[in-house]
């Protein structure tokens, strides 16, 4: 493992790629981020020793890449993954976050809140199974949650002889059934996570396929466009004022900016008063900036003095998010608490918060097979349904397929402050 | 194309502030824990720039074990009276005197565990509401799920089963009187991000990362430096070699690693090439499989 030919000032120019995968406890998932891990050169000595060691112990024959990513002991004494794990490895490229989910139905909850930061969605068929009901599951998940990018990774090519029919029949099989959903991009790797086929290395057991591995994939997959660079929306974080000698009238409003591009000279209107200003300056530690965009973390001061606070909004005088209080969205129960219809919960969207009522369950959704439930509206943990809700007080927002930050939101329960629902605004 | 385009650092830099201020945003009474160590440096350096041109609008609390290198401390002193941050020390020390908590026996007394006695008296005494911890996911298998707002009950325990779904960007820190949160806004950072990130901000680091002669003795593999609370046994003996920390702790557990490394470049090349994981040079994690999983679910940093 000689990790000495880095070029030291590739991390001036990296980007960040930000992946989940899911997969049940079979198909190889685990497998697959070890094998990313170990041919990425991510491992290190003790770790590796560690699970040769434990391979061993358990009569493996080779090192089982798969207990790289072991996690709690209260999870290997039950046996399963309880929850999202977040992995990380770097080429010169890129640096990549994976969002590692369990993919069992039961876990609908962390597949989509893996999902919720994803710029792609890995999804993993067993070549000798083809598309099965968890595959579609976590294509509409990442569907829903507007995954941009989907790899498709038909794995266990080894055990198929590395047939090129049986692959083409998997791709011929998924594009039938993804035609119905929202993900524009899709690519097809056929792989052995276990023997790593297609993986890091490029396989001489498919030389009928010629596409990119797996890692060449996801080091160039283009996500410049992955944010909205388009409708100018600057939620109010937290107003800075100083109060010292050196800075003693400065009013700077500090935020992130959840999509289009600010400039200083801009006109902008406040929400909810309306009231229009210009953009002063775009303030950081190390000078002004000529400008802002997605998902820069900034502090902005206005050329008016204006009454403005957490939760208010800066945007576009030609460009304004819709501002109501009945709004319907798509939602994922998280909880064992059942939603109540009717029942009261704080939102938070944006920086803003408030509270909602439930006020109709349209329905809800077969998430294996995309269908409309409507004689069954009872939304419990891991349900998906359409629902609309009435806010206390004006949200400014889109909807969740043009902008994920301003169309989502989460319900927090009033008596436990646990979160409970993932709203995705239509 | 797409002119708009941040780097890896940039975003990690974005999202560590954006929590930063939503922290400064939802609590009353926030503080951030600060050991002296580099990711700790990082973050104060990442509070100035959220709230800039205003000071950091919370205090740094540091829990000091006793066992700390001088350097360090020094360090921490000079630093808080730089960025003009508000500091907080409270002792371990202290906390034994009051029977709160009692000290190891044996040839390296690690405090390690003390710390947890005193960091939940001090968040008691003050009534902070929230705590920023330097932690990151990469460092170790129980913080691989550690969640940015991790939510503590009025034990100041971690209940890994019972977390909150965080989901796009929207932090939940909502909670009883009583409980409190701990934050992690490197959450997502790699040992190699904050070596780069401090070269590229060029954020001054305590002397004792970069290459020294010291005196230490080699336990089991790893190398000590030479102290008062360290009791040679059987055939030890203190030599001196040219070595630097990569991480630092406790003088009792913190290994150092035989290296040149004069400069945050060759730094940077170290741990690029580095065949052993970073807390692979400390003691307190080697003493169980799940070591930091129980030392979290009981108040742990």
């Known amino acids: ?426 | 194309m797409s002119n708009y385009h941040l780097t890896h650092l940039k975003q990690l830099e974005a999202e560590a502030i954006f929590v930063m201020r939503e922290v400064a945003a939802q609590f009353e009474r926030p503080a951030l824990l600060f050991s002296g160590g580099k990711d700790s440096i990082v973050m104060v350096h990442l509070a100035q720039k959220a709230f800039w041109p205003a000071k950091i609008p919370f205090p740094l609390l540091h829990v000091d074990t006793g066992h700390n290198f001088v350097e360090t401390l020094d360090f921490r002193d000079e630093m808080a009276q730089r960025v003009g941050a508000n500091i907080i020390v409270r002792y371990v020390q202290d906390s034994i005197n009051k029977g709160t908590a009692v000290e190891e026996k044996g040839p390296n007394p690690s405090r390690n565990m003390l710390q947890t006695v005193t960091l939940l008296e001090a968040i008691e005494e003050f009534k902070f509401d929230a705590c920023f911890g330097g932690g990151r996911r990469d460092e170790e298998k129980a913080r691989a799920k550690e969640r940015f707002f991790s939510h503590r009950d009025e034990f100041g325990q971690w209940d890994p089963k019972n977390q909150r779904p965080e989901l796009w960007n929207l932090f939940n820190g909502k909670k009883q009187v009583g409980e409190h949160f701990r934050v992690f806004p490197i959450s997502n950072w790699t040992e190699m991000d904050v070596w780069q990130y401090i070269a590229l901000e060029n954020i001054p680091i305590p002397s004792i990362y970069f290459t020294h002669q010291r005196e230490v003795v080699d336990r089991r593999g790893t190398l000590l430096a030479k102290s008062d609370f360290i009791t040679l046994m059987g055939e030890e003996k203190y030599e001196t070699k040219t070595i630097r920390f990569r991480t630092i702790g406790d003088m009792t557990c913190t290994g150092a690693v035989e290296s040149a490394a004069n400069s945050l470049d060759e730094i940077i090349r170290e741990v690029a090439s580095a065949r052993q994981t970073e807390r692979g040079t400390r003691a307190d994690d080697k003493r169980s499989d799940a070591a930091m999983e129980d030392r979290k679910k009981q108040g742990y940093f």
């Open chain 1, 1 to 426: 493992m000689d990790k000495n030919t880095v070029d030291l000032d590739n991390y001036l120019s990296m980007d960040l790629l930000r992946f989940t995968t899911a997969g049940s406890v079979d198909d190889g998932k685990s497998t697959l981020i070890g094998r990313l891990l170990y041919d990425s050169k991510s491992i290190f000595e003790d770790q590796l020793e560690a699970i040769e060691e434990a391979s061993h112990r358990k009569g493996k024959e080779y090192v089982d890449l798969s207990l790289l990513t072991d996690g709690l002991r209260a999870e290997r004494e039950q046996g399963i993954t309880i929850d999202v794990a977040y992995r990380y490895f770097a080429t010169p490229k890129r640096k990549f976050i994976i969002a590692d989910t369990p993919g069992h139905i039961q876990y609908t909850r962390n597949m989509v809140t893996g999902a919720s930061t994803a710029n792609l969605a890995i999804i993993l068929i067993d070549a000798r199974n083809g598309v099965i009901e968890q595959t579609c599951r976590h294509s509409i998940i990442a569907s829903l949650l507007q995954i941009k990018h989907v790899v498709v990774c038909v794995n266990k090519m080894d055990l198929v002889n590395f047939s090129q029919q049986v692959f083409e029949d998997i791709k011929a099989e998924y594009l039938a059934f993804a035609k119905n959903l929202s993900v524009k991009d899709i690519h097809f790797l056929p792989i052995s996570a276990l023997m790593g086929d297609n993986v890091v290395d490029r396989s001489i057991n498919t030389p009928w396929y010629s596409g990119k591995t797996l890692m060449e994939t996801l080091e160039t997959v283009n996500i410049d466009q992955d944010y909205n660079f388009t409708d100018g929306r600057f939620p109010v974080q937290y107003v800075i004022r100083p109060h010292s000698e050196q800075y003693h009238d400065f009013r700077g409003y500090a935020g992130r900016v959840e999509g289009g591009v600010f400039k200083p000279g801009d006109e902008v209107v406040v929400l909810p008063s309306g009231l229009k200003t210009k953009i002063a300056a775009i303030e950081s530690m190390n000078g002004k900036m000529e400008e802002a965009f997605p998902p820069m973390s900034v502090t902005m001061t206005l050329e008016n003095d204006i009454d403005i606070s957490r939760g208010d909004m800066l945007v576009k005088a030609d460009n304004q998010p819709k501002v109501g209080q009945e709004i319907e969205l798509m939602i994922c129960w998280l909880n064992e608490k059942k939603m109540v219809p009717g029942g009261k919960y704080v939102i938070k969207h944006t920086t803003k918060e408030a509270r909602c009522i439930v006020k109709e369950v349209k329905y809800k959704v077969n998430i294996s097979n995309l269908e409309e439930i409507h004689d069954n509206k009872e939304i419990g943990l891991n349900d998906i349904g359409r629902v609309l809700i009435k806010t206390t007080a004006p949200l400014f927002y889109d909807s969740y397929s043009v902008n994920r930050s301003t169309g989502s939101l989460i319900l927090v329960d009033e008596f436990t402050n646990e979160t409970v629902g993932a709203g995705m605004i239509i």
